[in-house]
């Protein structure tokens, strides 16, 4: 079993940024693929980012987030971040950390997720 909380989330204007982090327990996720989810009201959960299992290794964005999001893995730690510049209001979302036990190269199907933390973009 694998347990991730996400923080970081708050409230900022159209332009800023916003770090996000996922911190897991109970089992070391060097060994899988690890990504970010949003979903805002009324709408969809949508992928975000996911990033293979070594550090600097290689992430995958969903195209409104290629040249704003950093997805950041950190195994020593037993964490993985998001960077996030030049928000839009259209971000506005719950934010989800997620972790695919089966895969090490990309998220294919989430086994575990985290409780979400809010991201509001407004002026």
């Known amino acids: 079993q694998v347990q991730l909380v996400e923080s970081g989330g708050g409230s900022v204007q159209p332009g800023g940024s916003l770090r996000l982090s996922c911190v897991a327990s109970?089992?070391?996720?060097?060994?899988?693929?690890m990504g970010w989810f949003r979903q805002a009201p009324g709408k969809e959960r949508e992928f975000v980012a996911d990033v293979d299992i070594w550090d600097g290794g290689n992430a995958h964005y969903a195209d409104f987030a290629s040249g704003r999001f950093t997805i950041i893995r950190d195994n020593i730690r037993n964490a993985v971040h998001l960077q996030m510049n030049n928000l839009k209001p259209e971000d506005t979302a719950v934010y989800y950390c997620?972790?695919?036990?089966?895969?090490?190269?990309?998220?294919?199907?989430?086994?575990?997720w985290g409780q979400g933390t809010q991201v509001t973009v407004s002026s």
């Open positions: 997620a972790a695919d036990t089966s895969s090490k190269r990309y998220i294919v199907t989430p086994e575990y």
């Open positions: 109970g089992r070391p996720i060097s060994g899988y693929a």
